[in-house]
C-alpha cells in the first residue's frame, strides 16, 4: 500500500501526516486559533469574497464596508482599508485579481463584465485611480470569479442561483489581452476557478441545486490554452460524492501553490479541502467560520493562506479573514514577483 508524506508548516508548527490516498484525516491540518480579522473588528461586509493578493503580498477582498456596498473592494491584510469604489452602484463585485503592481481585474457579476483597475500608490499603500471595462457580454450569466493567466488573460466563472439547476446555469468565458471574448463552456453553475502554475490546465467546479440544495460537487479540469483563451479535453478531477459524501456542502473559491496543489473552499463545510495535481485529497484545513467563499496565499514570502468567509458571530453581519502559515508559495503570487 503507498502513502503520501505530506509536511505543511502551520502556525509555527510543522505537521508530517502519513495519508492513504483516497482516505484522507479530516484532523490532518486543523485550525482552531482566533481569526486575523473577526466580527469585532472587521470593516468587511458579510459577502466579503474574491481574495486577492499584489506584488508585496497585501490581500485584498470584495464587500468593503456593510451589506450593501458589493460596488467595494478593500485591502484585508497588512491593515484594513477601501481600495476601489465603483462609480456604478449597482455593481456585484465578486472577484478580483492583480496582472502587476499596476493592473488588477474585477469582475462584475450583475452587469457581465470584468472590468480592469488603474492601481497607483496614494501614499498610505495603493488604490485605484481609474476603471474601464476590459471585456463584457450580455450572455455572461453572472461572472462570479475569475483567474488570470501572467500575459492578461482572464477566464471567468459563472452562476445562476436558483432552487433548481440545470446543465444551462453556468458558464466558462474568457477575455484576452487582444480583446477577444470568448463563451467557453455551458454547464451546471460554475465557481471556483483557477490555472496551475504551468498554466496548462484550468479548474473549474461545477455545482446543481434541487429544491434549494446543492446535491452535487464536481471539480474538472481542462486543457488551457492563455494564447488564444481557449480550454479543450475536459476531464474529472474530483467528485465529492465518491471522496467524503459531502456534496450537499457547495465548493467555492479556489487557489493553487506553486507545487499544484488545489486549495479549495467548502461553502458551509468550515473548511478547506487540500488536493494535490493528481486529484487526490492530502489534507483539510478547519476553520473559524462555517461559510468560507475564497481563499488567497500571501503575505511577504506569498505562504500566508488568508481565507475570506461571513463571520459566525449570530448576527451575519461581518465578513472574517483566516491565516494559515504554510511552505509553499501561492502561484498568483509567485506569478507577481
Not at 38 to 47: D, K, L, T, V
Not at 137 to 152: A, F, I, K, V
Not at 202 to 227: C, H, T
Request: hydrophobic share 30%.
Amino acid at each position: 500500500m503507498k502513502f503520501a508524506i505530506v509536511t505543511f508548516l502551520i502556525l509555527g508548527t510543522a505537521y508530517c501526516c502519513e495519508l492513504t490516498p483516497g482516505n484522507p484525516s479530516d484532523s490532518c491540518f486543523e485550525l482552531k486559533t482566533a481569526p486575523y480579522i473577526n466580527s469585532s473588528n472587521s470593516q468587511f461586509g458579510p459577502f466579503i469574497e474574491g481574495a486577492s493578493v499584489d506584488p508585496q503580498g497585501n490581500i485584498f477582498a470584495v464587500n468593503y464596508g456593510n451589506s450593501s456596498t458589493m460596488y467595494n473592494l478593500g485591502r484585508a491584510f497588512p491593515s484594513q482599508r477601501l481600495f476601489y469604489s465603483d462609480a456604478l452602484t449597482s455593481s456585484l463585485l465578486n472577484g478580483i485579481r492583480f496582472l502587476n503592481a499596476n493592473t488588477a481585474f474585477a469582475v462584475d457579476a450583475v452587469n457581465h463584465r470584468v472590468l480592469k483597475l488603474n492601481v497607483v500608490e496614494d501614499g498610505e499603500g495603493t488604490s485605484v485611480e481609474s476603471s474601464s471595462v476590459y471585456c463584457s457580454d450580455p450572455e455572461m450569466l453572472q461572472p462570479n470569479d475569475l483567474t488570470l493567466s501572467r500575459t492578461g488573460t482572464v477566464f471567468t466563472s459563472g452562476m445562476r442561483w436558483i432552487s433548481d439547476t440545470d446543465d444551462t446555469h453556468g458558464d466558462i468565458w474568457s477575455c484576452t489581452p487582444s480583446g477577444q471574448t470568448k463563451k467557453l463552456e455551458v454547464m451546471g453553475r460554475t465557481n471556483g476557478i483557477d490555472l496551475s502554475p504551468d498554466e496548462k490546465t484550468l479548474y473549474v467546479s461545477e455545482s446543481y441545486n434541487r429544491g434549494g440544495n446543492p446535491y452535487i460537487q464536481k471539480i474538472w479540469k481542462y486543457d488551457a490554452d492563455v494564447v488564444s483563451g481557449t480550454i479543450s479535453g475536459k476531464t474529472l478531477f474530483a467528485d465529492f460524492e465518491q471522496i467524503d459524501g459531502s456534496n450537499s456542502v457547495d465548493i467555492d473559491g479556489m487557489k493553487t501553490d506553486t507545487n499544484g496543489n488545489l486549495f479549495a473552499t467548502r461553502h458551509g463545510g468550515r473548511k478547506v479541502v487540500i488536493f494535490n495535481s493528481e486529484g487526490t485529497v492530502i489534507g483539510n484545513i478547519g476553520l473559524n467560520f462555517p461559510n468560507p467563499t475564497n481563499l488567497e496565499l500571501g503575505g511577504a514570502s506569498g505562504t500566508t493562506l488568508f481565507v475570506v468567509g461571513k463571520c459566525d458571530d449570530g448576527t451575519d453581519s461581518k465578513g472574517c479573514v483566516d491565516t494559515i502559515e504554510l511552505i509553499t508559495p501561492g502561484r498568483s503570487w509567485t506569478n507577481l514577483q
